[in-house]
């Protein structure tokens, strides 16, 4: 197989741009499922009696599905309201291309983001944090403080401020911009707090 070349921004942007018009709650709710229903048919995909699959070949299932899945729905861009296809060399290339190590944190708060195969010995990375999830803007600093206390937590990803200064943060008007910072400002002396300043966010 030859290989592809790097997909780079121009060609992303051309792809959206003439890709096929559709909505986002026909993305979400028929393109989707259907697709994802469709590929776990093709492969014999069973869920529900094992979490994390050991076998081999069923993860090697799961893998080509994930793919077919990628290649088959593409990218849903809302703002354009398009899609944009990659093709299967395009996705492999990807992958092997993808680094294989990545440094996250700094000082002591550092850790080693690697790869992983089946059954590894290695520790994973943990993250922990409400995950985008709303939080009151009363407790945001004490949350985050608290899953950077935590021994076992290794980053940590932030929630949504439900208020900034009492006021909606409504989409595209200053209160979003305010209410931005204001979570990162929250989220560092939540680390701080906790005497774990370095961790990676």
């Known amino acids: 197989m030859v290989a592809s070349k790097p997909i780079s921004i121009f060609d992303a942007y051309d792809r959206f741009a003439n890709g096929k018009k559709t909505r986002e709650d026909t993305w979400d709710y028929v393109t989707v499922p259907n697709n994802a229903t469709m ?8 869920f529900g009696r094992v979490t994390i699959p050991e076998d081999k070949d069923v993860a090697d299932k799961l893998f080509q599905a994930g793919v077919d899945m990628l290649v088959e729905t593409g990218f849903f861009n809302p703002e354009l309201g398009k899609v944009m296809h990659v093709t299967e060399s395009e996705i492999l290339e990807g992958i092997k291309k993808a680094p294989k190590r990545l440094r996250l944190g700094r000082d002591r708060d550092e850790v080693m983001c690697e790869r992983r195969h089946g059954n590894s010995s290695a520790k994973p990375i943990i993250q ?28 940590l990803v932030s929630g949504v401020m439900s208020t900034i200064d009492g006021y909606a943060h409504t989409a595209n008007t200053p209160w979003e911009i305010k209410a931005t910072l204001a979570e990162i400002r929250a989220v560092r002396e939540g680390m701080a707090r906790a005497e774990r300043p370095g961790m990676a966010i």
Do not use: C, H, N, W
């Not at 590929?39 to 069973?46: D, G, P």
């Not at 995950?131 to 937590?153: H, K, R």
């Open 39 to 46: 590929i776990k048919e093709r492969y014999k995909l069973e």
């Open 128 to 155: 922990g944090g409400p995950t985008g999830a709303p939080v009151s803007e009363d407790i945001f600093v004490l949350m985050m403080q608290g899953y950077a206390q935590e021994a076992t937590v290794d980053t």
